[in-house]
């Protein structure tokens, strides 16, 4: 069992950045590759980004691309998610996840492949 907990979500104006923290305990972070999500007011959840195991592969969903950047310390079991240049389309609830298999090989974007969950953190941007 992975669980996880969101931080760092707030409000900030359009332009703006923050740094979302996911805390990881129980099982060994650093062998499962973590993803962010996002689920706007009257949509979908959908995903944002994902780093493997290892850190070595990134993938990240073409509206947040080179305005998002994801990194992981396994030295602290944490996942954080920079968010530069924030747009009003960017409000959501933010989670972290954890693949539900260990040590995977490629990253997916697919969030029936998390099978661990944190609780969400709510970030508003005010254009």
């Known amino acids: 069992q992975v669980q996880l907990v969101e931080s760092g979500g707030g409000l900030v104006q359009a332009g703006g950045s923050l740094r979302l923290s996911c805390a990881a305990s129980?099982?060994?972070?650093?062998?499962?590759?973590m993803g962010w999500f996002r689920q706007a007011p009257g949509k979908e959840r959908e995903f944002v980004t994902a780093i493997s195991w290892t850190g070595a592969s990134i993938y990240y969903a073409d509206s947040v691309k080179g305005r998002f950047t994801i990194s992981r310390d396994n030295g602290k079991n944490t996942v954080y998610l920079q968010m530069n240049s924030l747009k009003a389309e960017d409000k959501a609830v933010y989670y972290c996840?954890?693949?539900?298999?260990?040590?995977?090989?490629?990253?997916?974007?697919?969030?029936?492949?998390?099978?661990?969950w944190g609780q969400g953190t709510q970030v508003t941007v005010s254009s």
């Open positions: 129980g099982r060994t972070f650093s062998n499962y590759a």
């Open positions: 996840a954890a693949d539900n298999r260990q040590r995977r090989t490629v990253v997916v974007p697919n969030q029936r492949e998390y099978g661990y």
